[in-house]
């Protein structure tokens, strides 16, 4: 069993950077393709960004592309998303995601989920 817990949430203005973190436990997570989804207030969950289990790949949603990054740090059993650029519209709750995958995609298998971190962006 892998447990998942985010953090690096916070308030930020339009333009402005944060850096998400997830750390995994219970396991390893070089196992696994790790990801971020997002959900908005009244919105779907909805694919943000992923890496591969080696990082070796990584794959952006279209509204993110340019502007967010992830990365992961397999020694320490971590995964970041930096976040540049920031707008209103990425306010959401920022989800870690483990799948044994190859790499996720927006329709993968997760196995398993991080309870989210709260990023809101105000204008």
């Known amino acids: 069993q892998v447990q998942l817990v985010e953090s690096g949430g916070g308030l930020v203005q339009a333009g402005g950077s944060l850096r998400l973190s997830c750390a995994a436990s219970g396991g390893t997570n070089a196992n696994y393709a790790m990801g971020w989804f997002r959900q908005a207030p009244g919105k779907e969950r909805e694919f943000v960004a992923s890496i591969s289990w080696n990082g070796g790949s990584t794959y952006y949603a279209d509204s993110v592309k340019g502007r967010f990054t992830t990365s992961r740090a397999n020694a320490k059993n971590t995964i970041y998303l930096q976040m540049n650029s920031l707008k209103p519209e990425d306010t959401a709750i920022y989800h870690c995601?483990?799948?044994?995958?190859?790499?996720?995609?927006?329709?993968?298998?997760?196995?398993?989920w991080g309870k989210g971190t709260l990023v809101t962006v105000s204008s």
């Open positions: 995601a483990a799948s044994r995958v190859l790499v996720i995609n927006p329709t993968s298998t997760i196995n398993y």
